[in-house]
Structures are given as structure tokens and as C-alpha cells.
């Protein structure tokens, strides 16, 4: 067919060699997806299975991201969704219904808690939480319509180390998954699979991600029935990630253990030199022993990662911890962790029920790649800023 130079515009008759190999990843972006002939249409989201068919479940960068993420968890399949929150909330909306009953730890990631308590209550889920160091004794709050059970390890900000296998021999008993929150390990220092759980997430945004330019998350099954279930709620909640984003955290992959070896080794370095300083009262970092579940943290994992929280003794005020966390020069102030770049942020937990209460004199720290002496240097000067 002849065709007029608008035409061409869109289909083109030129032409580019074939065979182009490279080291990256591709970024395929595309909604449509082309088929063969119009009997080969149509909308299934398992993509493994039936090949391609819309730009919603995944193009190749996506899937790739997916495929290389489930082979560092040791998962059967994975899911990647926009944002580690978007993974979340898929988890519970795909394994839960009205009139069932999920366990959620005092400490989970904030915006988890909020999810359970407003729009899964919403929906009719009964939400309960749970004190995290509970282990095995949480199979007095597992009920007859119990069907989910959340771990995260360690917990935000407070940093506790769960008992992990001790809940999931206490949830499967009571035929309940459980589902875990793997984002602080990054997936590798804890083997969540070979403790029992049968359904992971972490947020790529941090540590794969890893240089603070990208939302993303990933979720990982133990099985094909599992994943059935999630993905038949991904497809029609349709919280599908940018592939450009997926290209990106292919890239940060390929440094991740590098990474990650610089990262635990600085804020070991770090959190030592705070220990001894006289403003300190705790450090919460699940390889010390100060940290609730330290014992447990050996067991169970293989390394640790760069988020950490320090107490203080009594006596500052809410104003003299903030004037600390101005005064730093090197870390910056700032949500989400696992770039390169030093971050400090002061919590208030006084509302906290149920934890230990710290109140307004925790800082969580997370260390990037800036040198660690230097890091120490800048945390003691902003000591000396807080006393004046
Ligand atoms: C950051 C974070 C998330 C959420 O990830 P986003 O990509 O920011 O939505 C979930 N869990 C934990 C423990 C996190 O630190």
C-alpha cells in the first residue's frame, strides 16, 4: 500500500539492524501489546503462561525485574508493583475478606498500620495488633477467622527482632499465612522462604532501588496457588510499576552486594562510636545487643543492613533532639532510606501503645556511602550544637 509521509509517521518503513546485544537491560515501555492474528487476543495477567498481552501486567524490563528479584529471595514468583506500600496493600487485599481477622505487630511500618485500620476495617477486616517480641505465645490471639498473620524483621524504628519461625509454626497450626515485611534485610540477609513464610515484600525503592530515585515494591510467594491469588487482585487493582523505573532498579541490582558490604560495615562503625557517647541510653540495631531480639537476629540472619535508631537518656527536650538532627551537616533530613546519601529523622512514639516508650528521644539513622569517620565527626559536633 502506498502510504502518505503522515502515514509513515506511524508505520514506517525504515529500517535498523537486528542483533544488538548489550550488557542493560532494555527499557520496553508500552500499554498495547501486539498480537498475531485476532483469535490469539486476549487479557489473561499471567504473562509466564500465556505470553504477552497488555502493558499493564509487564513488559519484558518488568518481568526481568521480577524474575531476578524472586531468584534473590528463592521465592516461586514475584510480583512487581508501583511503590513497596502498592505491595502492601496487595498482599491485603488479595488474602483477605470481609468477616476474616489479620495480625499486624505494634511496630509494622506505619503506613501498613494505617491501611489495616482504615480501609481494611472499612471493608469489614477485624485488625488486631500484636506486641512483636510475643514468639510463640501468639497463638493466643490467633482466632478461628484469623487468616493472615504479618511479621516485619526487624520492626520500624524500634528495631525488634522477631520470632519468626516460633509465629509461623503458631499461624500454620490455625491454618493462617503469614505474610512478611523483608525490606530492612533487602531480601538477602534474611532467607524469608526458609523460615516458613509464605508471603514476602520489600520495597525496591530502598535498597535495590538504591540511590533514592524510584518507587517501587516487589512481592514474592512460596507457591503457584499463592500467586493465582495475587495476581488475580494486582490485575483488577492495576498498581502496575514504570518499566523506566524497573530499568533503573535493574541497574542499582548489580551493585547491591557491594553496596550493601560498604553500608553494613559503616554503620557498624558508626553505631559503635555513638555507644560510648555519655547523650546515649540505647542503640537499636539488631547486631547489638542493646536491641530487643539480638539473640534472634543471630540466629536468623546473616548480616545487617543501615537503618539503625538511637535513644537518648532522659532529659533533652523534644526542641534540644530536633536542634541535634539540625545540626548535622552530612546527613540530610528525610523519609526513605537505602540511597547513598546519610539521612536522620526524629520520631515521636509517646502515642505509641504498647511499645516500649521511648518517647520524643529517638533519632533513626540510616548510613549511605559518605565515610564513615566523617560521619562519626559530624554527629559529634552536632552533640556539642544540642547542650548549647
Ligand atoms: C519504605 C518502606 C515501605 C514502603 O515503600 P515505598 O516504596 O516508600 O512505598 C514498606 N516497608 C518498609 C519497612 C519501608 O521502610
Redesign the pocket.
Known sequence: MKKSWKTKLIHTDGKVPEGFRSLSTPTYRGSTVLFPNAKSVNDHWDQEQVGYTYGLYGTPTVLELAARVCELEGGAHTIITA????A?SLIHLALLNAGDHVLIPENI?G??RKLAHSVMRRFGVEVSLYPPMIGAGIADLIKDNTRLVWC?NPG?LTMEVQDVPAVVQAAHDRGALVAL?N??SAGVFFDAFAHGVDVEMQ????YIGGHSDL???AVTVKDRALFEKLGNTFQVLGCSPSPDDCALALRGMKTLAVRLRQIEASTLRVAHALQSRPEIERILHPAFESCPGHDLWKRDFTGSSGLFSIVFKPGPSKQQVQAFVDALELFEIG???GGVASLAVDYDLSHAKGRPIYDHRIVRLYIGLEEPEELIADLEQAFSAMRT
Open positions: 511503590g513497596g506500600q502498592g502492601i511500618y503506613p501498613n516485619e520500624s515485611d525490606t530492612w520495597a525496591i525503592t530502598k518507587l517501587l515494591g523519609y526513605s532510606w
